[in-house]
């Protein structure tokens, strides 16, 4: 399956973006989703993931209550809506997708990957 991450974009702290992961191609079967970070000379880190059918979900602590997971009911685009932005949310985001669905956050477990996009926080 080949991802692209949309959404991203410049934002005022308190604002909100949404970003979107389109699916293409053809899967192999059932796959989960997972959004992943990575600022400027900083490592890439975990952000939040969600279940095939969408019925787990899991996320970074300090996104926990401002950032959301879904996926369409098609199962062919999975959003991250991020509210109450913070200018520590500054970094290039990325999609992935993964065979099972996991919550340790762990990168080596996707084997798909869209290419970032980046988003800024800043007043």
């Known amino acids: 399956v080949q991802l692209q991450a949309s959404g991203g974009g410049p934002a005022q702290p308190g604002e909100s973006l949404r970003l979107s992961c389109s699916a293409s191609?053809?899967?192999?079967?059932?796959?989960?989703v997972g959004w992943f970070r990575q600022a400027p000379r900083k490592d890439r880190e975990f952000v939040a993931a969600?279940?095939?059918?969408?019925?787990?979900?899991s996320y970074k602590e300090s996104v926990k209550g401002r950032f959301t997971i879904y996926r369409d009911g098609a199962k062919t685009t999975v959003y991250l809506q991020m509210n109450n932005l913070k200018p520590e949310d500054t970094a290039v985001y990325y999609c992935?997708?993964?065979?099972?669905?996991?919550?340790?956050?762990?990168?080596?477990?996707?084997?798909?990957w869209g290419q970032g996009t980046k988003v800024t926080v800043s007043s």
């Open positions: 969600i279940s095939w059918g969408g019925g787990r979900t």
């Open positions: 992935a997708a993964a065979p099972r669905y996991r919550d340790n956050g762990l990168s080596s477990d996707y084997d798909s």
């Open positions: 191609g053809r899967a192999s079967g059932n796959y989960a």
